[in-house]
């Protein structure tokens, strides 16, 4: 059964101010921030590190821990993208800058993976990774990339499988899944960042079989399609696309199983059609949902473990902010409800930053700009494992873990992240 959407007496009273303030301000206020009642949680696991320079979150069920920290000075191009769980919970993390990719596991048997190690290096700017198969295939720069990987989980071969998905002074590839067919799905940006609206070199998503043969457009008329994710249920692809300047808000694209098993390829409007209904625009599939303004989706996944059971089958999404506003937008990670047949139900919600003390209910930029979320740093990527535990990449060179809170927590006011490579 669905959890209840419900909103606090805080949200209500916001939202009555919100009304009588209208005729005063024409000015778009912050959504108003919604506390759902979460059952607490029995659950087994090594003892949790409560962390207090992570965003705030749910304390009574969650337990978020810093696994990885080496913020560096930002170079134009991410420390870190990409994120994919590999055989016996290896982790395995893009870096951009560097062009390599690096791996974390818990040899110990901890509960902690240990420090980092390098597995591959020579890519141009890798910026995301999924792992199917013993291989992790990497969107990068320079294209589509295929690394064998041996028992230690290192690269054993890699072979280039694509060259040209990234256009001159077009946005990276940011995407890149396994669907349930067994090929491979890239989604594609855009080869200008604020394309006029006669310009015909749209975003689109493109598959592939796995040796990277028998090219195929699933989707076209994105702008920069960051994030892809397949229903755990139905083999819907979704599609989180950041609409740019141009459009209300970033948004969800649905393909439904049926279109991809068919070859029909939907339109989805940019950059012709993003805010029109013109008689040209009338085959253009509208989103399925859209986000706050300005929130960024930069990775999202469907929540298919028992870990946490009152997000089971919804999509939890990473909001990596806006980018040229005073007051933020996103910095967030947020779960987006989905009903029984798939589809998304109007629920939404914070899962950082946020508390369940009603006296920390803020609008998600008052978080931000006090320091109790993500801000300044980007949310880029996510990995789920089988417990359930959530990892979260920041772009700068954070990792973050969440997982189901233990009883037994250890208050540890300035935690030793792992070591650095």
């Known amino acids: 059964m669905k959890r209840p959407n419900r909103h606090s007496l805080l949200t209500l009273a916001w939202l009555i101010a919100l009304s009588l303030s209208a005729c005063r301000s024409a000015a778009k206020a912050p959504p108003a921030p919604i506390v759902t009642p979460h059952p607490t949680l029995q659950v087994e696991g090594p003892p949790c590190h409560l962390d207090y320079n992570v965003p705030y979150y749910l304390t009574g069920i969650i337990c978020f821990e810093r696994l990885y920290d080496r913020v560096v000075t930002s170079e134009a191009v991410p420390e870190l993208g990409g994120l994919a769980l590999g055989t016996e919970g290896t982790l395995y ?21 240990d420090a980092p190690y390098q597995v591959a290096s020579g890519l141009p700017h890798p910026t995301a990774l ?15 990339f295929r690394l064998e990987l041996d ?21 990276w590839p940011d995407s890149v899944r ?48 960051r994030a892809l994710a397949f229903h755990p249920r139905s083999g819907d692809l979704w599609i989180a696309d950041v609409r740019g300047p141009q459009a209300p808000s970033d948004a969800l694209f649905r393909v439904p199983a049926a279109e991809l098993a068919a070859g029909v390829a939907p339109n989805f409007g940019y950059p012709a059609c993003v805010e029109t209904s013109a008689p040209h625009c009338v085959d253009v599939v509208p989103p399925a949902y859209t986000f706050p303004d300005q929130s960024t989706p930069a990775d999202m996944l469907f929540y298919t473990a028992d870990g946490f059971p009152f997000w089971q089958d919804d999509l939890i999404v990473a909001l990596a902010g806006s980018w040229d506003r005073a007051e933020p937008s996103g910095y967030a990670l947020v779960v987006v409800s989905f009903d029984a047949e798939g589809l998304p139900d109007g629920g939404y919600e914070r899962i950082a930053p946020i508390s369940d ?61 792992s070591p650095t490579p």
């Open 93 to 113: 993390i893009a870096r951009p800058s560097s062009g390599t990719v690096w791996a974390m596991r818990d040899v110990d048997g901890d509960g902690f993976p």
């Open 130 to 144: 999924t792992f199917h198969a013993g291989a992790l295939y990497v969107a990068a720069e320079g294209g589509l």
């Open 151 to 171: 028992a230690h989980g290192l690269a054993r071969t890699q072979k280039r499988l694509v060259a040209d998905l990234t256009a001159p002074n077009g946005l």
């Open 178 to 225: 396994v669907g349930p067919d067994g090929r491979v799905y890239v989604g594609v940006g855009a080869s200008c960042a604020d394309c006029p609206k006669e310009a015909t070199s749209a975003g689109a998503v493109l598959s592939f079989a796995s040796d990277g043969s028998d090219r195929r457009t699933v989707a076209s008329g994105l702008r920069h399609p």
């Open 357 to 417: 003390h009603p006296s920390f209910a803020f609008p998600l930029a008052r978080y931000s700009l006090m320091g109790m979320g993500f801000f300044p740093y980007h949310p880029v990527a996510l990995a789920l494992d089988p417990q359930g535990w959530l990892y979260i990449a920041e772009q700068e060179g954070r990792i973050l873990r969440i997982r189901p809170r233990p009883a037994q927590v250890i208050d540890s006011r300035y935690p030793t992240p």
